[in-house]
């Protein structure tokens, strides 16, 4: 044989098993994930906060979720899958990992869907948090609402009430595979509370104030015209001084307001009549709530 015909055919086996090694590698890289490997690549992707990664290996999560997530103050560590009970499309994986310096275990359901094993809702956790006042809390940037399950990815979580530039009072939560975990919120106002709300009174007097022929309800004015004016059919008003507000997580009190209306009508004798009256003791009061991102003032 010649060294020719011994170079070509040595190529030629050479290239058989490049192609040979080169498909074994193709079927195995094509091959779907399984149950153990989508759980362990969930641990993983919940231990380097892999946000895209989640929402690839699990079921349909909200995008309040996974924003809440992003702000997770720790994360699992030393993730593990250590048995995998599989039964057609379904699957549970127990699994363990290091939260908040104790080694957890946790059970997670699979189910497989077009060939693709995913971790099923009831793998992530829940918070349900109450507060003393408000409707809504936070996590980072996501809101949820107050007494309603929040659906999360476990983590260790700060939980603030909401609107936070308004009300303090964070408390820390540890969420866990298939658990709801409680957590009660004292809030409290911040300085910033009081200064939004007296913004938020003085927008509503302004209104209040525009004049007309009827005396606005909510606004505390009081105009003693009735002895003097038969009929009344317009009311200018002007704003000296707005009451000074103070407050507290269900009401407020709002005082000392200085308001001048003049009152234009048929005085009680039957001619046209114009008087100015001036209070320098404007007072509204009402109750107080929050929505997620603002105070609400309820003027009696």
């Given at each position: 044989?010649?060294?020719?015909?011994?170079?070509?055919?040595?190529?030629?086996?050479?290239?058989?098993?490049?192609?040979?090694?080169?498909?074994?590698?193709?079927?195995?890289?094509?091959?779907?994930?399984?149950?153990?490997?989508?759980?362990?690549?969930?641990?993983?992707?919940?231990?380097?906060?892999?946000?895209?990664?989640?929402?690839?290996?699990?079921?349909?999560?909200?995008?309040?979720?996974?924003?809440?997530?992003?702000?997770?103050?720790?994360?699992?560590?030393?993730?593990?899958?250590?048995?995998?009970?599989?039964?057609?499309?379904?699957?549970?994986?127990?699994?363990?990992?290091?939260?908040?310096?104790?080694?957890?275990?946790?059970?997670?359901?699979?189910?497989?869907?077009?060939?693709?094993?995913?971790?099923?809702?009831?793998?992530?956790?829940?918070?349900?948090?109450?507060?003393?006042?408000?409707?809504?809390?936070?996590?980072?940037?996501?809101?949820?609402?107050?007494?309603?399950?929040?659906?999360?990815?476990?983590?260790?979580?700060?939980?603030?009430?909401?609107?936070?530039?308004?009300?303090?009072?964070?408390?820390?939560?540890?969420?866990?595979p298939g658990e709801t975990a409680e957590v009660s919120l004292d809030a409290a106002l911040l300085p910033e509370a009081t200064e939004a709300a007296q913004s938020a009174l003085e927008e509503r007097l302004a209104e209040c104030t525009t004049g007309g022929a009827e005396i606005p309800a909510g606004c505390g004015i009081r105009?003693?015209?009735?002895?003097?004016?038969?009929?009344?059919?317009?009311?200018?008003?002007?704003?000296?001084?707005?009451?000074?507000?103070?407050?507290?997580?269900?009401?407020?009190?709002?005082?000392?307001?200085?308001?001048?209306?003049?009152?234009?009508?048929?005085?009680?004798?039957?001619?046209?009549?114009?008087?100015?009256?001036?209070?320098?003791?404007?007072?509204?009061?009402?109750?107080?709530?929050?929505?997620?991102?603002?105070?609400?003032?309820?003027?009696?």
């Open positions: 044989m010649t060294r020719r015909r011994v170079w070509i055919l040595a190529s030629a086996a050479g290239l058989v098993l490049l192609i040979g090694a080169g498909l074994w590698i193709w079927q195995v890289s094509s091959r779907p994930a399984s149950a153990e490997d989508t759980a362990l690549s969930y641990l993983r992707a919940l231990e380097s906060g892999d946000a895209a990664a989640l929402a690839s290996v699990s079921t349909k999560a909200s995008e309040t979720s996974l924003t809440a997530f992003a702000a997770a103050d720790e994360r699992i560590e030393d993730p593990a899958t250590t048995a995998v009970d599989q039964s057609g499309d379904t699957a549970t994986a127990e699994v363990s990992f290091v939260l908040a310096g104790e080694t957890r275990t946790a059970s997670l359901p699979l189910s497989r869907t077009e060939g693709r094993w995913r971790v099923d809702a009831a793998g992530r956790g829940s918070v349900q948090a109450d507060a003393s006042t408000g409707a809504f809390f936070m996590i980072g940037d996501a809101t949820f609402a107050i007494g309603e399950d929040a659906a999360l990815f476990p983590a260790v979580y700060t939980v603030a009430p909401a609107p936070r530039e308004l009300l303090s009072g964070e408390a820390e939560v540890i969420v866990l105009i003693p015209w009735g002895t003097e004016f038969r009929a009344v059919s317009d009311i200018r008003y002007r704003i000296e001084a707005p009451p000074s507000l103070t407050l507290t997580t269900t009401h407020f009190d709002a005082t000392d307001g200085v308001l001048v209306a003049t009152v234009t009508g048929t005085g009680q004798d039957g001619s046209p009549r114009t008087t100015t009256y001036r209070t320098e003791s404007w007072l509204v009061r009402g109750d107080v709530s929050f929505t997620a991102t603002n105070i609400v003032l309820a003027p009696w």
